[in-house]
């Protein structure tokens, strides 16, 4: 029997892997069970011969996963596993590596050969400077390809997972440039099929320039916002507009300082670029330059409308 | 016949006016006539003697509004009407004036003398400093009562009003020392009923302070975002953030450039003291001072959770 993973199966056929179990890690299994693989509490229509193992930090999480019918196996993520991490590595098609950036390095260097011969490997850290600089030609015997769903909320671990968070959002492809096209494409279809609709290839440079604007400077931006607070009651005189923008600041504190501190140099870029426009408009309203400052204004309407046609109705 | 205004009678019995039948007040008259004054859809039940007059300077607003029973009568405002418009301020126990802040602080001036003796006249404009300067002590005859419902959206005029925007939003009351009481409850009674929970009471001064950090200073921001983009089409690698963080940029320019400006030693204030924040975070990343950034960041999560218990749920 060929021991190499073939993506001309029907997806609903390959065996999922998950290294990490968190929120994202979580709800991407819930959405593999749910949209792939068929629901298990629907046993008449269960046919599909697809799996998903897991394995995490916590057994807690992993003994839920299994109970809910989302894993089919599972080993605890610890250095007294390794044998079995390495049999669980060997026999998926697709595994989802959904650890802190850090931390995802670490385990790609030290199972790297453990994979399954052409299976999909794929990780989900938001800068990816780290990952490419670690591994510049991507691993040998499998299809690594970084990726980046662009979803998840403010919570964290696997209770909070949910399948439906990936419904008409962003994923950014970041294939290498002998990436087998069939494994991405297989990769893509499946990213589809838990609900993705805007799926974007570019490169690991060009990702960590957006990401810095469209995620990291929004996150500095939303903390900076409640840090200046004269007090933590002045939402009673809120009408919304303070409250969505500091959604994002119930920050994950260690996550957010890696991610910044690992996309330095872009990041500082985009904040100085943001104090540029702030202190335009800042100056506007000091000298009451009306005219200036109600053009800007005008500009601004014009400029986000533009935008929200490249954003996904949610 | 006595010709003041009673409060002690059942709120659906009054004679309500609007003075600006744009999203605001569309959507506040459209919220009495459901929650206050019976539905004249379902005529059987329609035994409330309550009515609601409006003017306003678009006819067809005026129209639409009276078609879909909303408004019982109207006058369209311009100069050649001031007598129809004295008129029915007269007739009025309940006035909301909701124009453009400097409109309000005009249309007040002239007409102050016209309402109807005893009743209830309120303004809802976002920065209060010109109204209680033009007004230092209320207007005679009447219950004067600045107020601030904290809701609306991004969009304008009578088409977009929506008369559930009021739901478990906050309401901020400016009465003036000597406001009667009884007019005052009889106030917050029919602002509670359209769906505000949490009434405020505060003065101008506070008012002012407080609104330009929750409300100004976001849209600073958010504009200050949206004009500092590389390009428009950023977003496709947007994950929410962003969206959530800019969807008030989708702003009314010469409405906020007045707010802007005639709250502006309040505004510019609260915009320093958040450029600090800001430049804390900043040099905490660029020096990679991951200790003293997790602590911040561990310490603007706490806020924003306690934040969270002032803030109603929607």
Request: proline fraction near 3%.
């Amino acid at each position: 029997m060929d021991n190499r993973a073939k993506f001309s199966e029907n997806l609903s056929n390959l065996t999922y892997g998950f290294v990490g179990l968190g929120l994202m890690g979580g709800s991407m299994a819930k959405a593999i069970r749910k949209f792939i693989l068929c629901d298990r509490k629907n046993v008449a229509s269960h046919n599909a011969e697809g799996k998903i193992f897991a394995c995490t930090r916590k057994e807690s999480a992993l003994q839920d996963a299994k109970s809910q019918g989302i894993i089919d196996d599972y080993c605890v993520l610890n250095s007294d596993n390794e044998e079995s991490i390495k049999k669980m590595l060997g026999e998926c098609d697709m595994v989802f590596i959904c650890l802190p950036p850090k931390n995802t390095i670490e385990f790609l260097l030290k199972n790297q050969a453990n994979f399954k011969p052409g299976s999909i490997v794929t990780e989900i850290a938001g800068v990816k400077t780290g990952i490419f600089k670690a591994f510049p030609n991507g691993i040998d015997g499998i299809n690594f390809i970084p990726g980046h769903p662009m979803a998840g909320n403010e919570r964290e671990g696997f209770a909070y997972s949910d399948e439906n968070i990936f419904q008409n959002r962003n994923y950014i492809f970041l294939p290498y440039e002998n990436t087998d096209k069939e494994a991405l494409e297989s990769f893509k279809e499946a990213m589809k099929l838990i609900g993705f609709t805007n799926l974007i290839v570019t490169d690991w440079k060009t990702h960590d320039h957006k990401i810095a604007f469209t995620s990291q400077l929004c996150h500095v931006i939303a903390s900076a916002l409640v840090d200046c607070a004269e007090d933590t009651q002045v939402t009673q005189f809120g009408g919304g507009s303070f409250e969505d923008l500091t959604r994002i600041a119930l920050i994950n504190a260690p996550l957010w300082t890696e991610l910044f501190c690992s996309n330095k140099a872009e990041l500082i870029a985009h904040i100085e670029n943001f104090e540029k426009s702030l202190d335009k408009l800042k100056n506007q309203i000091k000298t009451e330059n009306k005219e200036e400052l109600c053009a800007t204004l005008s500009e601004v309407r014009e400029r986000r409308a533009i935008m929200a046609q490249y954003m996904k109705k949610r």
